[in-house]
């Protein structure tokens, strides 16, 4: 039931970052009323629920960088938070393997990146202590990660809906509600959605896929727009899971911000391996044959998705050549376990990654979020996000309230973070 009186703030998207800015405004603001207008009839229908499901650790990221500051941050107070309210993880440690000696330079630009990050505990291994690591995995030199970790991002979605509400019964998430028109009436936004309207003075839009068009929507001209890459998934077979006991990457091509096909173990059993990264004709669609129109001309009326193809063509093809072929798909992985075999493998899942892409055809590499007129708009929140999601949150809360943050409210052992308003 929607209240006649105006929200104090409502949340756009019912994806992590949604979830944990409601989260982290409801425990800063008890006695307010948040409303969070999510689409689909559940949560995690899109990118929080079709991730690989890993705790990064942000050693890949540029030192100084929005995503290495927020994804160290973010990790912090996420390992906290699931500890603290019981949440299934596991730090489990991750390797990042080169195969072949040009490989080794940006290997070690990831270490030193590691180095400047401050991500604690990394050291190389050889090929024998790869081996031991991982006794299926074969390669010439590795960055051992030991504080990534595994975790379920749609369980840390629940548990932000379930304490927002214990906090302030008052708030509440409303699924199946498609905000489709924006205006405004006097201090207030209005969004019309398809279960009802809703007002508030104080409107964050966290839609993921859909964050561009809502951006638009509100009267904001961007110069960028959401671009949708598809990644695929295989799982091992029981049998062959016993051939990987945590996380293997690769190492990745640094003018891409992908991280390449890895081999992921779930927290809630299995191994899966992937994502591959190819230009979707649809947004939200899973399937490899998934067309939108709308989506499609979007796409390509924007000159940025031209020259990103012109750059990419080739990795592009390659890209569309795994994502049909299991068997080109199977080779990528052997790369780094040359035991794996076709059977080995059977198809999974997908997800869609929102990525903004900019005019010139490059991918917006850091995190974006954008003030207009009393609103926010998350427009880019690609990976780490989900990570990072509760430091983003502080973020978000902190441009909200148009206030600083004088220290970072670590999750569970820092108690309340502390505003000030300007
Ligand atoms: C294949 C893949 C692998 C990844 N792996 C990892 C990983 O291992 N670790 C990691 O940290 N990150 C990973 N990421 C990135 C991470 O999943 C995302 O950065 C994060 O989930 C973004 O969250 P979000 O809330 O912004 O978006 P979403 O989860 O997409 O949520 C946006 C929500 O907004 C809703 N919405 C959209 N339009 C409207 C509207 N008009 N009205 C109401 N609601 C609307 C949508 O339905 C959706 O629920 C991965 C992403 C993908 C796709």
């Known amino acids: 039931m929607t209240r006649k009186k105006p929200y104090d703030f ?6 992590i970052v949604g979830l944990a800015t409601a989260y982290k405004l409801q425990k800063k603001f008890p006695d307010c009323a948040i409303a969070i207008l999510e689409k689909e009839e559940h949560i995690g229908k899109h990118q929080t629920g079709r991730n690989s499901g890993v705790i990064h ?23 906290n938070f699931a500890r603290k309210y019981g949440v299934n993880h596991d730090i489990c440690g991750k390797i990042i393997v080169a195969t072949k000696e040009e490989e080794l330079p940006v290997l070690e630009q990831i270490y030193q990146n590691g180095i400047l990050n401050e991500t604690e505990g990394i050291s190389y291994l050889n090929s024998h202590e790869i081996r031991k690591k991982e006794p299926f995995i074969e390669g010439i030199k590795a960055v051992w990660v030991p504080i990534a970790g595994i975790i379920d991002y749609v369980d840390v979605s629940a548990k932000f809906v379930e304490l927002i509400s214990k906090i302030n019964p008052e708030s509440s998430l409303f699924t199946s509600c498609e905000v489709q028109e924006i205006s405004s009436e006097k201090k207030y936004k209005e969004l019309h959605t398809t279960g009802g309207d809703f007002k508030a003075e104080k ?13 638009h929507k509100d009267g904001l001209e961007l110069d960028m727009q959401i671009v949708g890459f598809r990644g695929d ?38 191994v899966e391996c992937g ?44 890209e569309y050549k795994r994502a049909f072929s299991k068997t080109l798909f199977v080779k990528e992985l052997s790369k780094m376990m040359p035991e794996i075999t ?61 206030v600083n943050i004088t220290n970072n409210d670590v999750e569970g052992d820092q108690g309340e973070c502390c505003y000030h308003t300007k």
């Open 10 to 15: 409502i949340v756009v998207g019912a994806g």
């Open 57 to 79: 650790s942000g050693i890949y990221y540029k030192p100084g960088s929005y995503k290495a500051l927020n994804c160290k941050n973010g990790r912090e107070q996420l390992v």
């Open 203 to 215: 409107v964050i839009f966290c839609a993921g896929l859909e964050s561009d068009r809502l951006a």
């Open 233 to 270: 998934y295989y799982e091992l077979n029981k049998k062959a899971q016993e051939k990987i006991k945590n996380l293997v990457y690769p190492v990745p091509d640094p003018k891409f911000p992908f991280l390449g096909v890895h081999f992921t173990r779930m927290i809630k059993g299995g």
């Open 275 to 318: 994502p591959n990264a190819v230009f979707t004709f649809k947004r939200e669609g899973y399937k490899r044959t998934d067309f939108d129109m709308k989506d499609t001309v979007q796409a390509l009326g924007f000159k940025g998705t031209w020259k990103l193809f012109f750059k990419f063509w080739r990795k592009g093809i390659d």
């Open 342 to 402: 076709r059977d080995d493998v059977v198809f999974s899942r997908s997800g869609v990654r929102a990525q903004a892409i900019d005019q010139e055809g490059n991918m917006v590499d850091d995190f974006k979020i954008i003030n207009h007129n009393g609103t926010l708009h998350v427009i880019n929140a690609p990976s780490p996000a989900a990570t990072a999601c509760l430091a983003i949150a502080d973020e978000i809360v902190s441009r909200t309230l148009e």
